[in-house]
């Protein structure tokens, strides 16, 4: 029985009989027969066994995506020139310049669009809060019982999580409980396994769960899904194009490895080129690379303070800034998020007491920022910040991770944005990975300090040097937003009609309109979402757990729209969200799309709480479609 379970029917069981006597009659069997016999059972013994691991990269190779978000995923624009972007890549739209816009801070429309139209997490009704915090009270009551019954009845399951052989527990009961029975449950949600460049679109690799995500298993089948969830606000994160192209001259010239450090064997002029162009971008002195994203604030910071320092910091400064900051030995003082006025009051505080039990004064005072804060999509009140500074005399590190390239007339990240001079903020840190198609991140300000850096920074002591393809991708992209790209490389966006500005301009504006133009969309849709106007993270929030997982599920499933959900440690415990990060390579068209199945999962899971206390009447998802150029305008 199990045989003929495991292998497909092929004929229907009224003739059973007659094909017996007809097998007893033939034996033995014709080998034509006997090998497509064994064929079939090979075929379906391989497909049953792949399923518990990935397909390999060979098999990924020209194989076509089972389920696609466009209907031609292979589609190049018509043009001459090889070397351009698929539109899987980067969206071609024949309008593109009906919709532009400049990232740029204007006071009046800025001021008019916070009084009206700015959320915070707190906006959601009573009931919300009240029926989030019961979720979360009934997952950690089931786990809880779940642990008990398993520790007495199935120990061995469980001994890692208890005293054995005289070893103590390696990962603590309590401190893994809320990974192991809470995100557990969501798994399917996070660590898609992906393959190709991960650009306008993704291709995600399928894969199925029958045990509450503890394990997977894997049809060998591909979704090309809407990428609304990668850091690629330029669009830079190509296969193809002059950059790619650069890219790959690089590697037959100087390899893939610096292999070895900038003090050893590791500095070439490569480096040395692409820091005097990232700080000739910038607007400072002098620039340095690191290697790393995350180590270029956790090993700068060291380096930049010390026990007798005082830093204060935002209270949702990333993750990497705490590290550095615990590392270094200073001590941290933290105020409201955004908050100019908490701010002034530690100041004068924290200037007037000294420090503590020591009674005596700081030895410097740090203040550090982020330009935009990748949780919440606020952009850094840098005027006033500065007027600070310039009243009580503190250092100023700002954090550009995600507004360089993404904020600013020329993608400088926020003095850009604000129209301020460089020169006045003391460190500027950003990251290479998110606007520019790279890796690692530079710490750039006056040559003074950054040749101190490059002294004492453990990144620039003991680790190695970005790769050349890298730094080759790094010099490409800031080139192209400088303007600066050879006339004789193939532009990605010459198919375009209207090219009378140059890539990096048009792909700037095309972001900033795409901003825009879907958080003032949520917004009308009726859906919390906060953070500022101009900022390429667009959180979206949800609250019960239960929502994030559907509307991540459904989107995927239904609309073929890959979302990032964000919940506890990252934000607090009842503030679950879906964040959006919208790019240069999205069309209006694919916002419209992300917009419509929104709109119909968000309604289904009852996601539009923009109650408040004045409610605006909610637009159609029709209405917002149509009136786009308006709603980012700020004109309605």
């Known amino acids: 029985m199990d045989s003929r379970q495991a292998t497909p029917p092929l004929e229907s069981d009224s003739s059973s009989s007659d094909r017996e006597e007809e097998d007893c009659s033939t034996q033995p069997a014709t080998p034509s027969t006997t090998t497509e016999l064994t064929q079939l059972i090979h075929e379906h013994s391989s497909i049953t066994l792949l399923k518990n691991f990935p397909p390999s990269s060979k098999q990924l190779i020209n194989q076509q995506p089972s ?143 029958s045990d509450n995500c503890i394990s997977f298993k894997y049809p060998h089948t591909t979704t090309q899904a809407l990428n609304i969830a990668s850091y690629n606000y330029l669009g830079f994160a190509q296969s193809r194009g002059s950059c790619a192209d650069a890219a790959e001259i690089t590697i037959h010239q100087l390899g893939l490895s610096s292999s070895g450090s900038r003090d050893d064997v590791g500095l070439s002029p490569l480096q040395i080129e692409t820091e005097k162009l990232l700080a000739r971008f910038l607007g400072v002195q002098d620039a340095m690379l690191v290697s790393q994203g995350f180590a270029t604030n956790s090993t700068t910071l060291p380096a930049l303070v010390g026990k007798g320092a005082l830093v204060i910091s935002d209270e949702y400064n990333h993750n990497s800034i705490r590290f550095g900051t615990r590392l270094s030995g200073a001590m941290v003082r933290t105020y409201r998020h955004n908050n100019m006025k908490d701010l002034e009051r530690l100041l004068r505080e924290s200037i007037s007491q000294g420090q503590p039990r020591k009674l005596r ?31 009580y005399k503190f250092y100023l590190y700002l954090d550009e991770a995600h507004s360089i390239g993404a904020l600013g007339p020329n993608g400088r990240g926020a003095c850009d944005y604000y129209g301020i001079d460089p020169s006045r903020v003391d460190l ?65 966006l010459d198919a375009q009609e209207g ?138």
């Open 67 to 209: 389920k696609s978000f466009d209907k031609h995923p292979d589609f190049i624009p018509p043009t001459n020139q090889l070397s351009l972007l698929r539109h899987s890549e980067f969206g071609f739209d024949p309008n593109e310049l009906d919709f532009c816009w400049t990232s740029q801070f204007n006071p009046t429309t800025t001021t008019t669009t916070s009084n009206t139209e700015n959320h915070s997490p707190e906006d959601a009704p009573y009931f919300t809060y009240l029926t989030t915090y019961w979720s979360y009270l009934l997952v950690f009551l089931i786990g809880h019982l779940r642990d008990a019954i398993g520790k007495r009845f199935s120990a061995k399951s469980h001994a890692h999580l208890k005293l054995h052989n005289g070893y103590a527990a390696l990962n603590s009961d309590f401190d893994s409980f809320f990974t192991r029975r809470v995100k557990s449950r969501l798994d399917d949600c996070f660590g898609r396994p992906v393959t190709g460049s991960p650009a306008r679109t993704i291709t995600l690799l399928d894969r199925t769960s």
């Open 361 to 391: 004064a700081w030895s410097k005072i740090v203040v550090i920022v982020e330009g935009i804060y990748s949780m919440e999509g606020s952009i850094v009140d840098l005027p006033n910040l500065l007027r600070l500074k310039d009243k």
């Open 428 to 492: 500027l840190m950003g990251t290479l990975t998110k606007s520019f198609g790279a890796s690692g991140g530079y710490i750039a300000g006056s040559k003074k300090l950054i040749e101190h850096m490059r002294k004492t920074c453990h990144s620039a002591v003991y680790a190695e040097s970005p790769s050349p393809p890298v730094m080759c991708q790094i010099r490409s992209t800031v080139k192209l937003i400088m303007g600066e790209d050879s006339p004789s490389s193939p532009c990605a």
């Open 499 to 636: 090219a009378s500005l140059s890539e990096g301009k048009r792909r700037l504006r095309r972001l900033a309109f795409n901003a825009r133009y879907l958080r003032a969309g949520l917004r009308k849709l009726g859906f919390i979402v906060i953070g500022d106007q101009d900022s390429p993270v667009v959180p979206l929030l949800v609250y019960q757990p239960g929502k994030m997982l559907l509307f991540s599920r459904l989107m995927l499933e239904r609309y073929a729209i890959v979302v990032v959900i964000v919940g506890y440690p990252a934000t607090s415990l009842v503030s679950g969200r879906v964040r959006f990060c919208v790019s240069a390579a999205h069309t209006k068209q694919d916002i419209d799309q992300v917009l419509i199945a929104t709109n119909e999962i968000g309604e289904a899971l009852g996601m539009k709480l923009d109650w408040g206390s004045k409610p605006s009447p909610r637009w159609s998802v029709e209405r917002v479609i149509n009136n786009a150029s308006q709603l980012v305008a700020g004109s309605l």
